[in-house]
């Protein structure tokens, strides 16, 4: 069993800055990526930053230049650093996890991960 549980997020005035944090644990054999999606009311989930086991980093255009995603593989862990925030990144960001986890019987399998979510509102 993995779990991924996500902590930050909040209410912040436009222009400012947050930090969301999502760590894995279980059995875990190896994370081959992690990053962060958001959905905001009546929209779709889309993908806001993913950062591979390779250091690989990718970002929709909306947020680049604005966000950082990044890891800690000893924490098993993955960050996202949100500055210049605009009323337009209010959503609720949830971080996903490609993983290779072990069964009870040390048997490896992938499979995708979900935090529980957590709510950004940038508002004045």
């Known amino acids: 069993q993995v779990q991924l549980v996500q902590s930050g997020g909040g209410l912040v005035q436009p222009g400012g800055s947050l930090r969301l944090s999502c760590a894995a644990s279980?059995?875990?054999?190896?994370?081959?990526?992690m990053g962060w999606y958001r959905q905001a009311p009546g929209k779709q989930r889309e993908l806001v930053a993913s950062?591979?086991?390779?250091?690989?980093?990718n970002y929709t255009d909306s947020v680049t230049g604005r966000f950082t995603i990044s890891r800690d593989n000893a924490k098993n862990t993955v960050y996202l650093q949100m500055n210049s925030l605009k009323p337009e990144d209010t959503a609720v960001y949830y971080c996903?996890?490609?993983?290779?986890?072990?069964?009870?019987?040390?048997?490896?399998?992938?499979?995708?991960?979900w935090g529980q979510g957590t709510q950004v509102t940038v508002s004045s």
């Open positions: 996903n996890a490609e993983v290779t986890a072990l069964s009870a019987s040390g048997t490896r399998y992938r499979s995708d991960y």
């Open positions: 950062d591979t086991i390779r250091g690989r980093t």
């Open positions: 279980g059995r875990i054999f190896s994370i081959d990526a």
